[in-house]
């Protein structure tokens, strides 16, 4: 049971989970027909399925850098064995096929490009190239909002696509944050993550000024009318508070120790984006209601 768990750890189920609330989300917002509430089920069970495939073949692409950080150690024992590498195309293929028969073409295919920007674009391109990693492939991540909207509505609005530029903005704080406390293993790896390769002032004032850049645009519904429900008008803003507090600490910390305070900002960017897209959810249930 317990090689079976750390199996199953591989394919990094939280962010598996992350993305498929991103792509509830969406769909709730996207659904005008409630007969066609039913395909969030084929939508999700994709969306998990092509997560886990590429979070495997993440591992994979990066078995010869896990043994060097700590934090990643764990997975070096995936080596090359026949039954992983056969997993990775074979949940892919599933998740693919389940989306194409039970919701459409523009679905499969935002689908389909977030597992190869994240396997390809940021794991095999970017990761190891460039500073600039997470910033560009940080839209792995997005695929997902695109992919919720699609599966009962248009294959894109404005609406998909903002929730798509927010996870896209969020993604750097994210990574940022934990690489803070993490640099000394990116260091040791050899991956440019920025936090490993800029001086700390340098790192702490990018983070601080991609959550402004992220705050300020999750305000524009306030600003805009873009249909959103009132809770999000009214609650997104201490939300945005709480997560600037925390990216602040890093720079005017008085003493404290950075790899607590980046810990801390690291769980309050999740905090953040599952609030964003709770409220969001809420929001549009309450509409329906």
């Not at 199996?7 to 007969?35: C, E, H, N, Q, W």
């Not at 073949?57 to 995936?78: F, L």
């Not at 790899?259 to 609030?275: D, E, G, K, T």
Request: net charge positive.
């Amino acid at each position: 049971m317990k090689n079976l768990g750390r199996a199953f750890s591989l394919t990094k189920p939280g962010i598996a989970v992350l993305l498929d609330l991103v792509a509830a989300t969406t769909f709730i917002l996207g659904l005008r027909d409630y007969s066609l509430a039913w395909k969030i089920v084929p939508l999700l069970f994709s969306g998990t399925l092509a997560s886990f495939s590429s979070s495997l073949a993440n591992n994979y692409i990066d078995r010869d850098v896990d043994p060097r950080m700590g934090r990643t150690r764990w997975r070096s024992s995936v080596g090359n064995r026949i039954g992983y590498l056969i997993s990775i195309p074979s949940l892919l293929a599933v998740s693919l096929a389940v989306s194409l028969v039970f919701l459409n073409a523009a679905t499969t295919l935002w689908i389909l490009s977030g597992f190869v920007s994240y396997s390809f674009l940021y794991t095999l391109v970017l990761k190891r190239r460039t500073s600039w990693n997470i910033v560009i492939g940080g839209i792995a991540g997005s695929f997902p909002a695109l992919a919720g909207w699609s599966a009962v509505n248009t294959p894109y609005s404005a609406v998909s696509i903002f929730v798509a530029i927010i996870v896209f903005l969020w993604t750097p704080t994210h990574f940022w944050t934990l690489a803070m406390k993490y640099k000394d293993d990116y260091s040791m790896a050899n991956i440019p993550m920025l936090p490993a390769v800029a001086d700390e002032k340098f790192a702490i004032n990018a983070i601080i000024v991609n959550t402004t850049i992220l705050i300020a645009f999750s305000l524009l519904p306030v600003a805009v009318n873009m249909g959103f429900p009132i809770l999000y008008d009214i609650l997104i803003i201490p939300v945005s508070a709480y997560l600037m507090s925390r990216v602040l600490l890093l720079k005017f910390r008085r003493g404290m120790q950075l790899p607590s305070l980046s810990l801390r900002a690291f769980l309050a960017s999740n905090y953040y984006l599952s609030a964003f897209l709770i409220l969001l959810i809420v929001g549009a249930l309450i509409r329906f209601l």
